[in-house]
Nanobody
Framework: QVQLVESGGGLVQAGGSLRLSCAASGRTFSSYAMGWFRQAPGKEREFVAAINWSHGTYYANSVKGRFTISRDNAKSTLYLQMNSLKPEDTAVYYC????????????????WGQGTEVTVSS
């Protein structure tokens, strides 16, 4: 069982930056593939980025070159550095953990955090 708690969301102007964190409980964090998803009002939850146990990283085309996913296994924490933010990045951001391989699909993940809200003003 893994419990995930996101933090770091907030209001930022377009072009600004935010860093999201996801603190995980449990002693097996390093064995999980981790992902970030987001859901804007009225839209489906969408894949943002993922990182596997060997630190391989994967991104949605919409955030490639602007967002960076990373993990600190010693701290059991997942990060998402978001730069050059755009109004269309406005959403609730969720971190997720998979006992298997990473996935671009939300149903590939077993555990979810409660989400942190990011609002980008124009």
């Amino acid at each position: 069982q893994v419990q995930l708690v996101e933090s770091g969301g907030g209001l930022v102007q377009a072009g600004g930056s935010l860093r999201l964190s996801c603190a995980a409980s449990g002693r097996t964090f390093s064995s999980y593939a981790m992902g970030w998803f987001r859901q804007a009002p009225g839209k489906e939850r969408e894949f943002v980025a993922a990182i596997n146990w060997s630190h391989g990283t994967y991104y949605a085309n919409s955030v490639k070159g602007r967002f960076t996913i990373s993990r600190d296994n010693a701290k059991s924490t997942l990060y998402l550095q978001m730069n050059s933010l755009k109004p269309e990045d406005t959403a609730v951001y969720y971190c997720a953990a998979s006992r298997g391989a990473w996935s671009r699909s939300w149903y590939g993940y077993d555990y979810w955090g409660q989400g942190t809200e990011v609002t980008v003003s124009s």
